[in-house]
């Protein structure tokens, strides 16, 4: 994580602090421990504090967007030869947040049921690094979010965190295809597209959006994208009310941000971009600032009003979560 600089203040008192609520409900969090990684640890994670529990993930945001009081969904970062059982565990040890089980493919579907249960979990995390396919970029949804799990979160009442991969996300017919098979065929479980329906090309969510046309059971979350026209497709299409305002903590403070190229997206970070330009001084600010400018551009060209701003940064999720949504 990039420590917060004086740019990203100056960005959020002149773009951000008119826009954003007092109050936030953060659809997307990751909260971890170092030590639960058992294979290679991941290099953003690494960067970061060893505890990254509610204390870091609160102090962060004090950064980020001073003042503002948060609530969340959080989950494990979920990574190839993570230990799941001591990752879980610490999720569900956290105060002020409702915990996501991270699941993999393999899960027998009762152990998944008792430990939600045992826990308390309100939902499912699952991730393409735990399907067998390779590369895992090319999972089906199926493939690391089998029907049998489904079924569990079905019965259970449960949400469903959900990333899309294949290289078209939400443009891929077969990610369309399976979205509302699975949608209709197990309709109390509850769906979350995270990073606008993976629209970190927006134009693979503006061309794939009209397939979910209908679906009760389906939202998104804006975390980590940092263009504005997919926020603007779901709400055209799904409705101000599947819109969820996530940060994607930690990943909120890597400095830099994501943007279509092609058919495709790329990632622009001070690792790989030389932030370099002749007519002034380039000075990148957070992933997580320069989403929420994204969001409030969104917001201007759909002319939402406050009420509907204020929806999709708390009374969404906390509607879906059963708290108090005024
Ligand atoms: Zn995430």
Redesign the pocket.
Same mark, same amino acid.
């Given at each position: 994580m990039s420590p917060v600089r004086d740019e990203d203040r100056e960005f959020f008192a002149r773009e951000l602090n008119a826009f954003v609520p007092p109050r936030v409900f953060d659809a %997307?969090i %990751?909260l971890y421990r170092v030590a639960d990684f058992r294979g290679a640890v991941p290099t953003l994670a690494a960067a970061g504090p060893p505890v990254a529990g509610w204390a870091a993930y609160e102090a962060a945001m004090e950064e980020l967007t001073p003042g503002r009081q948060y609530r969340a969904l959080a989950f494990p970062f979920p990574a190839a030869g993570v230990d799941l059982a001591a990752a879980n565990a610490f999720v569900a040890s956290q105060p002020l947040c409702h915990g996501q089980m991270l699941v993999t493919p393999e899960m027998d579907p009762e152990f998944v049921r008792e430990s939600v249960r045992r826990h308390g979990f309100v939902g499912l995390k699952c991730y393409h690094v735990f399907s067998r396919r390779e590369p895992t970029w090319d999972s089906t949804i199926e493939e690391y979010m089998p029907d049998r799990l489904v079924r569990v979160a079905h019965e259970e009442g449960l949400t469903i965190t959900l990333?899309l991969v294949k290289e078209r996300a939400l443009a891929d017919p077969v990610n369309q295809e399976s979205l509302r098979r699975l949608a209709r065929r197990y309709p109390d479980a509850r769906w979350i597209l @995270? %990073?606008a329906a993976r629209g970190f090309n927006v134009h693979h969510t503006i061309a794939g959006i009209e397939s979910l046309r209908g679906l009760s059971n389906v939202w998104c979350d804006t975390? @980590?994208v940092t263009e504005c026209g997919a926020f603007e497709a779901i709400v055209r299409t799904l409705g101000v009310e599947r819109l969820l305002y996530g940060s994607?903590f930690p990943?909120s403070h890597i400095r830099g941000r994501c943007v279509a190229i092609g058919d495709s997206f790329l990632w622009l970070t001070e690792e790989n971009t030389q932030f370099n330009a002749a007519h002034a001084p380039l000075r990148p600010v957070l992933v997580g600032l320069e989403s929420l400018r994204a969001l409030k551009q969104a917001c201007w060209n759909l002319d939402l009003p406050d009420s509907a701003v204020e929806r999709i940064f708390h009374g969404n999720a906390a509607q879906l979560f059963g708290e108090d949504a005024a």
């Open positions: %997307h %990751h990333h @995270a %990073h975390s @980590a994607d990943v």
